[in-house]
């Protein structure tokens, strides 16, 4: 099966710092990846490569098998190839209105280069009740995205990946600062999008939600990809432990 996403020999440096060093990695389709490290590890770096808003110094990157030219390579390309990236806390213009939100750098246009509003607003409810269950007179596309929990505004970013019908959600750090509740509908999102036969990047500190959502798990130390596991592999007292021994450097 091709991959619908390749790394190879990936490296990144910020001035003196190896951010990443030689970098190889897969995701397959129907795929959920956690990405898995200490602070500092290079994540968040790697996934910002794959979303477009850093360019690697060196390597080579190809999306559903076509070779991505670095030089050209940015968020608008990578959206256009089918990657979407859901980010904690900037991924969301909170002062908007939802349906705006939603739609933000890609309206949808009449033929004369005019907002289509009216179908805008429809399309952000449909995501509202699809994808985060909120219905009736309280939930309205027009309410302020300030209005929606932390939950929901992760739901509302997945949602709108979905409708955009990314083949790869990229989360960052989708369940801190959740509630129990808020952690399980993120959790139920992601399964949405394996259950689509999409790809996800998990990037999570929290190894219970990594292991109840994931099917391999990757993990890296000072820029490298350190160790790599199917989920059969592993227990999540095991996933535990190795995390564990790299960050006291017992595995080598
Ligand atoms: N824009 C930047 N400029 C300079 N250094 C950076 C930049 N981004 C990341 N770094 C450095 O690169 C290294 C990797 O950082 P990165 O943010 O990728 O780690 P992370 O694994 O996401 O960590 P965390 O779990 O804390 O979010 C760190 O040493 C960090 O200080
Ligand atoms: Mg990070």
């Not at 980010?87 to 002062?95: A, C, F, I, T, V």
């Not at 939100?101 to 509003?117: D, P, Q, S």
């Not at 399964?191 to 099917?215: M, P, W, Y």
């Amino acid at each position: 099966m091709q991959p619908v996403l390749e790394l190879r020999d990936i490296s990144k440096s910020f001035g003196p710092v190896d951010a990443l060093v030689g970098v190889n990695l897969s995701l397959f389709a129907g795929e959920v990846l956690a990405l898995l490290g200490d602070n500092g590890a290079g994540k968040s770096t790697l996934i910002k490569i794959i979303a477009g808003v850093h360019t690697p110094d060196g390597g080579e990157m190809r999306i559903r098998g076509r070779r991505v030219d670095p030089r050209t390579f940015d968020v608008r390309r990578a959206r256009r190839m089918g990657i979407e990236t859901v980010y904690q806390e900037r991924s969301l213009g909170e002062k908007q209105a939802i349906w705006r939100n939603v739609f933000m750098g890609r309206h949808l246009t009449h033929r004369f280069g005019f907002i289509h509003v009216a179908r805008e607003k429809a399309i952000a409810e449909q995501i509202l009740m699809q994808h985060l269950g909120l219905r009736g007179a309280g939930m309205d596309p027009r309410a302020p995205v300030t209005r929606l929990s932390g939950g929901e505004r992760q739901g509302l970013a997945i949602g709108r990946a979905m409708y955009f019908q990314a083949e790869t959600v990229i989360l960052d750090e989708p369940t801190t600062a959740l509630s129990l509740k808020e952690v399980g509908k993120v959790l139920a999102f992601i399964e949405q999008i394996r259950a689509s036969g999409k790809s996800c990047i998990l990037v999570t500190h929290n190894l219970a939600h990594a292991f109840n959502a994931a099917d391999r798990f990757v993990i890296m130390e000072k820029g490298r990809l350190r160790m790599q596991y199917a989920k059969d592999e592993l227990t999540l007292e095991s996933l535990n432990r190795n995390m564990l021994d790299i960050a006291n450097g017992l595995k080598n």
